[in-house]
Protein backbone atom coordinates (compact mmCIF):
# COMPACT_ATOMS: atom_id res chain seq x y z
CA UNK A 1 0.00 0.00 0.00
CA UNK A 2 1.23 3.46 -0.97
CA UNK A 3 2.88 5.24 2.20
CA UNK A 4 0.22 8.55 1.38
CA UNK A 5 -2.44 5.86 1.55
CA UNK A 6 -1.09 4.43 4.86
CA UNK A 7 -0.81 8.17 6.66
CA UNK A 8 -4.50 8.10 6.48
CA UNK A 9 -5.11 4.42 7.83
CA UNK A 10 -6.52 4.69 11.21
CA UNK A 11 -4.15 4.60 13.92
CA UNK A 12 -4.43 1.19 15.91
CA UNK A 13 -2.42 0.34 19.33
CA UNK A 14 -2.46 -3.19 20.49
CA UNK A 15 -2.39 -4.24 24.19
CA UNK A 16 -2.44 -7.74 25.23
CA UNK A 17 -2.31 -9.85 28.71
CA UNK A 18 1.31 -11.36 27.04
CA UNK A 19 0.91 -13.58 30.61
CA UNK A 20 -1.63 -15.24 29.55
CA UNK A 21 -0.83 -18.29 27.47
CA UNK A 22 -2.03 -18.13 23.09
CA UNK A 23 -2.28 -14.34 23.63
CA UNK A 24 0.95 -13.39 22.12
CA UNK A 25 0.38 -15.99 19.16
CA UNK A 26 -3.29 -14.69 18.72
CA UNK A 27 -1.77 -11.39 18.18
CA UNK A 28 0.75 -12.74 15.56
CA UNK A 29 -1.64 -14.53 13.41
CA UNK A 30 -4.20 -11.68 13.22
CA UNK A 31 -1.23 -9.24 11.98
CA UNK A 32 -1.66 -10.28 8.80
CA UNK A 33 -5.01 -9.03 9.25
CA UNK A 34 -4.69 -5.66 10.45
CA UNK A 35 -1.65 -4.86 8.11
CA UNK A 36 -4.11 -4.18 4.94
CA UNK A 37 -6.71 -2.03 7.19
CA UNK A 38 -5.18 -0.20 9.81
CA UNK A 39 -1.72 1.22 10.33
CA UNK A 40 -0.89 -0.65 14.09
CA UNK A 41 1.67 1.67 16.00
CA UNK A 42 2.51 -0.89 18.80
CA UNK A 43 1.87 -4.03 19.83
CA UNK A 44 2.26 -3.92 24.26
CA UNK A 45 1.50 -5.43 27.55
CA UNK A 46 -1.13 -4.16 29.41
CA UNK A 47 0.10 -2.68 32.06
CA UNK A 48 2.51 0.18 32.47
CA UNK A 49 2.82 3.77 30.78
CA UNK A 50 2.46 4.84 27.68
CA UNK A 51 4.78 7.00 24.98
CA UNK A 52 2.26 10.18 24.36
CA UNK A 53 2.65 9.52 20.75
CA UNK A 54 0.90 6.11 21.53
CA UNK A 55 -1.63 8.24 23.46
CA UNK A 56 -2.97 9.69 19.93
CA UNK A 57 -3.95 6.13 18.35
CA UNK A 58 -7.40 6.23 17.16
CA UNK A 59 -8.56 2.77 18.48
CA UNK A 60 -6.93 0.22 21.15
CA UNK A 61 -7.37 -3.33 20.75
CA UNK A 62 -7.41 -5.18 23.89
CA UNK A 63 -6.71 -9.00 23.78
CA UNK A 64 -7.31 -10.75 27.11
CA UNK A 65 -9.85 -10.99 29.44
CA UNK A 66 -11.73 -8.71 31.46
CA UNK A 67 -9.19 -7.97 34.13
CA UNK A 68 -6.83 -7.02 31.06
CA UNK A 69 -9.29 -4.46 29.59
CA UNK A 70 -9.46 -2.85 33.27
CA UNK A 71 -5.54 -2.37 32.74
CA UNK A 72 -5.64 -1.03 29.63
CA UNK A 73 -8.31 1.55 31.10
CA UNK A 74 -5.90 3.16 33.49
CA UNK A 75 -3.04 2.88 31.03
CA UNK A 76 -5.20 5.21 28.81
CA UNK A 77 -7.08 7.45 31.27
CA UNK A 78 -7.90 10.56 29.92
CA UNK A 79 -6.85 10.34 26.42
CA UNK A 80 -10.46 9.42 25.34
CA UNK A 81 -9.15 6.74 23.06
CA UNK A 82 -12.14 3.73 22.43
CA UNK A 83 -11.19 0.59 23.76
CA UNK A 84 -11.98 -3.17 21.94
CA UNK A 85 -12.13 -5.81 24.16
CA UNK A 86 -11.07 -9.13 22.19
CA UNK A 87 -12.09 -11.90 25.47
CA UNK A 88 -9.27 -14.72 25.22
CA UNK A 89 -10.65 -14.90 29.10
CA UNK A 90 -13.52 -16.97 30.51
CA UNK A 91 -16.29 -14.55 31.44
CA UNK A 92 -15.42 -11.87 28.83
CA UNK A 93 -18.21 -9.00 29.89
CA UNK A 94 -16.52 -6.20 29.12
CA UNK A 95 -14.01 -7.62 26.58
CA UNK A 96 -17.40 -8.58 24.68
CA UNK A 97 -15.16 -9.63 20.82
CA UNK A 98 -14.39 -13.41 20.35
CA UNK A 99 -11.85 -13.26 17.30
CA UNK A 100 -14.34 -14.38 14.70
CA UNK A 101 -16.55 -11.48 15.87
CA UNK A 102 -13.99 -8.63 15.59
CA UNK A 103 -12.79 -10.14 11.82
CA UNK A 104 -16.32 -9.92 11.31
CA UNK A 105 -17.21 -6.34 12.28
CA UNK A 106 -13.93 -4.90 12.14
CA UNK A 107 -14.61 -2.62 9.28
CA UNK A 108 -17.89 -1.31 10.71
CA UNK A 109 -16.01 -0.42 13.96
CA UNK A 110 -13.47 1.27 11.62
CA UNK A 111 -16.49 3.20 9.54
CA UNK A 112 -17.83 4.07 12.89
CA UNK A 113 -20.48 2.22 12.44
CA UNK A 114 -20.79 0.09 15.95
CA UNK A 115 -22.19 1.39 18.83
CA UNK A 116 -19.38 3.57 21.39
CA UNK A 117 -20.41 3.23 25.13
CA UNK A 118 -19.15 6.26 27.35
CA UNK A 119 -18.58 4.76 30.79
CA UNK A 120 -17.51 6.95 33.92
CA UNK A 121 -14.24 6.01 35.36
CA UNK A 122 -13.08 7.04 39.04
CA UNK A 123 -10.12 8.88 40.70
CA UNK A 124 -9.22 7.78 43.77
CA UNK A 125 -6.88 9.47 45.92
CA UNK A 126 -6.39 8.29 50.15
CA UNK A 127 -5.36 11.56 52.22
CA UNK A 128 -3.64 11.03 55.77
CA UNK A 129 -3.75 13.75 58.33
CA UNK A 130 -6.94 14.91 56.28
CA UNK A 131 -5.09 16.68 53.41
CA UNK A 132 -1.79 15.10 52.47
CA UNK A 133 -2.04 13.04 49.67
CA UNK A 134 -0.06 9.65 49.58
CA UNK A 135 -1.73 7.55 47.05
CA UNK A 136 -3.75 8.34 43.74
CA UNK A 137 -4.86 5.89 40.82
CA UNK A 138 -7.73 5.78 38.20
CA UNK A 139 -10.27 3.11 38.77
CA UNK A 140 -12.48 1.77 35.99
CA UNK A 141 -14.46 -0.83 37.90
CA UNK A 142 -14.33 -0.67 41.65
CA UNK A 143 -12.45 0.76 44.96
CA UNK A 144 -13.33 -1.70 47.54
CA UNK A 145 -11.69 -1.41 51.26
CA UNK A 146 -10.66 -4.94 52.54
CA UNK A 147 -10.67 -5.39 56.26
CA UNK A 148 -7.26 -7.23 56.48
CA UNK A 149 -4.97 -8.73 59.05
CA UNK A 150 -5.72 -9.11 62.09
CA UNK A 151 -9.25 -9.29 60.08
CA UNK A 152 -11.15 -7.43 62.84
CA UNK A 153 -14.29 -5.69 62.05
CA UNK A 154 -13.57 -2.30 60.74
CA UNK A 155 -15.16 0.99 61.16
CA UNK A 156 -16.11 3.45 58.07
CA UNK A 157 -17.70 6.67 58.17
CA UNK A 158 -18.62 7.48 54.43
CA UNK A 159 -19.93 10.57 52.99
CA UNK A 160 -20.90 12.84 49.95
CA UNK A 161 -19.85 16.25 50.17
CA UNK A 162 -20.93 17.37 54.03
CA UNK A 163 -23.58 14.87 54.24
CA UNK A 164 -23.11 11.17 55.94
CA UNK A 165 -24.77 8.79 53.92
CA UNK A 166 -23.59 5.89 56.77
CA UNK A 167 -21.38 4.10 59.04
CA UNK A 168 -20.26 1.23 58.24
CA UNK A 169 -19.15 -1.22 60.15
CA UNK A 170 -18.12 -5.31 58.87
CA UNK A 171 -15.55 -7.10 56.66
CA UNK A 172 -14.85 -3.81 54.61
CA UNK A 173 -16.59 -2.17 51.86
CA UNK A 174 -17.50 -1.48 48.03
CA UNK A 175 -17.86 1.49 46.10
CA UNK A 176 -18.63 0.28 42.45
CA UNK A 177 -19.05 2.14 39.09
CA UNK A 178 -21.46 1.35 36.60
CA UNK A 179 -19.13 -0.61 34.77
CA UNK A 180 -17.83 -2.34 38.13
CA UNK A 181 -21.00 -2.89 39.63
CA UNK A 182 -21.60 -6.67 37.50
CA UNK A 183 -17.98 -7.86 39.23
CA UNK A 184 -17.59 -8.13 42.61
CA UNK A 185 -20.16 -5.45 43.72
CA UNK A 186 -22.77 -7.86 41.98
CA UNK A 187 -21.08 -10.99 43.98
CA UNK A 188 -22.15 -8.73 47.27
CA UNK A 189 -25.23 -8.49 46.80
CA UNK A 190 -25.01 -5.00 45.34
CA UNK A 191 -27.03 -3.06 42.55
CA UNK A 192 -26.30 -3.25 38.90
CA UNK A 193 -26.77 -0.30 37.16
CA UNK A 194 -26.68 0.41 33.67
CA UNK A 195 -23.46 1.69 32.30
CA UNK A 196 -23.87 5.42 31.01
CA UNK A 197 -24.97 6.45 34.55
CA UNK A 198 -23.25 8.91 36.74
CA UNK A 199 -23.48 7.25 39.93
CA UNK A 200 -21.62 4.60 42.24
CA UNK A 201 -23.17 1.40 43.51
CA UNK A 202 -21.88 1.12 47.34
CA UNK A 203 -22.36 -2.39 48.83
CA UNK A 204 -21.08 -3.74 52.13
CA UNK A 205 -19.05 -6.51 52.24
CA UNK A 206 -20.64 -8.66 55.42
CA UNK A 207 -21.92 -5.67 57.52
CA UNK A 208 -22.52 -6.19 61.19
CA UNK A 209 -26.49 -5.18 61.08
CA UNK A 210 -29.10 -6.76 58.88
CA UNK A 211 -30.44 -3.41 58.04
CA UNK A 212 -27.12 -1.70 55.87
CA UNK A 213 -28.07 -2.47 52.71
CA UNK A 214 -26.32 -1.81 49.06
CA UNK A 215 -27.48 1.64 47.51
CA UNK A 216 -26.59 3.48 44.02
CA UNK A 217 -26.02 6.96 44.92
CA UNK A 218 -25.39 10.07 42.42
CA UNK A 219 -21.50 11.29 42.35
CA UNK A 220 -22.50 15.03 41.95
CA UNK A 221 -19.99 15.27 45.15
CA UNK A 222 -17.46 13.96 46.12
CA UNK A 223 -17.54 10.48 48.06
CA UNK A 224 -15.08 10.04 51.28
CA UNK A 225 -14.80 6.83 52.98
CA UNK A 226 -12.94 7.66 56.67
CA UNK A 227 -11.41 5.12 58.46
CA UNK A 228 -12.71 4.87 61.63
CA UNK A 229 -11.05 2.04 63.08
CA UNK A 230 -9.22 -0.69 60.67
CA UNK A 231 -7.08 -2.92 60.83
CA UNK A 232 -2.63 -3.71 60.38
CA UNK A 233 -3.83 -5.85 57.34
CA UNK A 234 -6.25 -3.13 55.54
CA UNK A 235 -6.05 -2.21 52.38
CA UNK A 236 -7.74 0.05 49.45
CA UNK A 237 -7.87 -2.67 46.41
CA UNK A 238 -8.62 -0.50 42.83
CA UNK A 239 -9.95 -2.71 40.06
CA UNK A 240 -8.88 -5.40 42.02
CA UNK A 241 -5.40 -5.00 40.58
CA UNK A 242 -3.98 -1.68 42.52
CA UNK A 243 -3.12 -2.02 46.39
CA UNK A 244 -1.93 0.76 48.80
CA UNK A 245 -2.42 0.52 52.91
CA UNK A 246 -5.46 1.99 54.72
CA UNK A 247 -4.59 3.32 58.28
CA UNK A 248 -6.57 4.54 60.82
CA UNK A 249 -7.51 8.15 60.23
CA UNK A 250 -7.16 7.98 56.12
CA UNK A 251 -9.83 9.45 54.10
CA UNK A 252 -10.55 8.33 50.28
CA UNK A 253 -11.90 10.98 48.11
CA UNK A 254 -13.66 9.59 45.21
CA UNK A 255 -15.02 11.70 42.61
CA UNK A 256 -15.73 11.13 38.73
CA UNK A 257 -12.38 10.73 36.51
CA UNK A 258 -11.91 13.66 33.62
CA UNK A 259 -12.43 11.45 30.53
CA UNK A 260 -14.87 8.60 30.19
CA UNK A 261 -13.98 5.17 29.84
CA UNK A 262 -14.58 4.87 25.80
CA UNK A 263 -15.67 1.11 24.86
CA UNK A 264 -16.87 -0.20 21.48
CA UNK A 265 -19.54 -2.25 22.52
CA UNK A 266 -20.70 -5.43 20.33
CA UNK A 267 -23.56 -4.20 17.60
CA UNK A 268 -25.49 -7.55 18.29
CA UNK A 269 -26.04 -7.14 21.82
CA UNK A 270 -27.45 -4.46 24.49
CA UNK A 271 -26.32 -4.34 27.87
CA UNK A 272 -28.96 -6.04 28.74
CA UNK A 273 -28.46 -9.16 26.52
CA UNK A 274 -24.61 -9.32 27.78
CA UNK A 275 -26.47 -9.70 31.08
CA UNK A 276 -28.82 -12.58 30.33
CA UNK A 277 -25.53 -14.15 27.86
CA UNK A 278 -23.32 -13.72 29.92
CA UNK A 279 -24.35 -13.73 33.63
CA UNK A 280 -27.54 -15.61 33.24
CA UNK A 281 -29.72 -12.89 34.51
CA UNK A 282 -33.37 -13.00 33.37
CA UNK A 283 -32.58 -15.80 30.96
CA UNK A 284 -34.21 -15.39 27.65
CA UNK A 285 -34.47 -19.24 25.97
CA UNK A 286 -35.33 -17.94 22.61
CA UNK A 287 -31.77 -15.52 22.67
CA UNK A 288 -29.34 -17.30 20.44
CA UNK A 289 -26.56 -14.76 21.40
CA UNK A 290 -24.57 -12.08 19.65
CA UNK A 291 -24.26 -12.59 15.86
Not at 51 to 71: E, H
Not at 128 to 134: A, D, K, S
Request: glycine share 10%; net charge negative; aromatic share 4%.
Amino acid sequence: MAGHDRDNMKKVLILGNMDKPGVADEIDSLMGFFEPLVDVVAVLPARGSLDANLARADLCVVFGGDGTLLSAARMLVDTGVPLLGVNLGKLGFLAEFSVEHLRKHFADILAGKAPVTERMMLQVCIHCNHHTERFASPAANDVVVAAGEPFRIIDLAVNRGDVQIARYSGDGLIVATPTGSTGYNMSAGGTIMEPTLRAVAITPIAPHTLSLRPIAVAIDQPITVRAERVNTGSAVIVDGQVRADFRDGDTIEITPARTPLRIITHPGLSFFQTLSTKLKWGLNPGHAGPM
